[in-house]
């Protein structure tokens, strides 16, 4: 880099209060600082609003706050921060309200720009739990080189990793990467839509690389990966329905329809053992329905992701 890039940090926040106040913290107490902080509020009825200004954000000049109309979920919210910064910045840092950086996260994502002598996409933080826990742990770049191998330990050396694709706990986005595969899908709502959009870089822009030295911590309530298998919270079950749909979504356009309808029956014949059990009839028609809609509305998703990439 020639210059000092210009940072747009996006987070969206709903109903969780206190840990965007610790989020917005330990982004202002950043080693690096961003030069805007882009908050899209996704229609929050807990006080958000009220706390921020308690808080005294909304005086800070480079603070940006956007109150949706109505909960756009996590695709919808980044969706609308990226279409506000991706003109003016030259790397766009994404993150949930549950996600609290490190202080030199930042600066150590930056620092990786200058590391990598190619056009990278994006590069994602290392991000662990409360207590330490690997999580949002993103898949590894295993696609065959000339030789055959991948050759996903080539920057290993500097403390990189090339990774596929990756969660929005945490990532920096070349915003030539954003002008090249435009816009998140809004219709994903949540779960899948940050794979489905990582995967979008790594396969029509650049690779992408995991950055050992920058660390987050992502206080979700729950550290273990998603699995409606040992899901016990009802409420949270109608949400897999999205993760099914999406997943199913991403394996058709990005691997193929034999193996999405692959992992549909590998997941249809797990479930079915849940049927006498807790939640069991819950579950299977989650998986059932999510996988079912995937594949009745796939070209959707299809067309709009086309609709997006630049020559």
């Given amino acids: 880099m020639n ?13 969780r209060k206190d840990l965007l106040l610790e989020c917005l913290n330990a982004i202002y107490s950043q080693t690096y600082p961003a030069n805007k902080i882009i908050l899209i509020n996704n229609a929050s009825t807990d006080g958000t609003e ?4 308690e808080s005294g954000y909304f005086e800070k000049e480079n603070f940006d706050y956007h109150l949706m109309q109505k909960n756009l979920g996590c695709s919808g919210g980044f969706y609308e921060g990226i279409n506000i910064a991706r003109d003016n910045a030259d790397w766009i840092w994404i993150m949930d ?18 590391l990598v002598h190619e ?13 330490g826990q690997p999580m949002n742990v993103p898949g590894i770049d295993s696609r065959p080189t000339d030789n055959g191998y991948s050759d996903w330990y080539k920057d290993l050396s500097l403390g990189l990793v090339k990774i596929r694709a990756a ?13 090249k595969c435009g816009l998140p ?10 794979t489905e959009y990582t995967l979008r870089f790594t396969t029509h822009y650049g690779s992408a690389y995991l950055v050992g030295k920058s660390e987050v911590c992502h206080k979700r309530a729950l550290t273990r990966a998603l699995s409606i298998m040992a899901e016990t919270d009802k409420s949270r079950v109608k949400n897999y329905f999205y993760l099914y749909r999406n997943s199913f979504v991403n394996d ?51 067309s709009f992701i086309k609709s997006q990439l630049q020559e």
């Fill in 167 to 179: 969660t929005f706990v945490s990532i920096l986005l070349n915003s030539k990467a954003i002008h």
């Fill in 252 to 302: 058709v356009i990005y691997f193929g329809k034999r193996l999405s309808v692959r992992n549909f029956v590998k997941d249809i014949i797990r479930t079915r053992h849940f049927l006498h059990g807790p939640l069991g009839f819950m579950k299977f028609m989650t998986v059932l329905r999510g996988t079912i809609s995937g594949w009745l509305h796939w070209r959707k998703f299809d």
């Fill in 50 to 53: 009220e706390a921020l200004k």
């Fill in 185 to 194: 899908c809004r219709d994903y709502f949540i779960w899948g839509d940050d």
């Fill in 97 to 114: 309200d549950d996600t609290i950086p490190a202080p030199d996260a930042l600066e150590n994502l930056v620092n990786a720009v200058n």
């Fill in 3 to 15: 210059h000092k890039p210009r940072i747009y940090c996006i987070v969206v926040t709903y109903n």
């Fill in 119 to 131: 056009d990278v996409s994006f590069f994602a933080s290392c991000v662990y739990g409360p207590e």
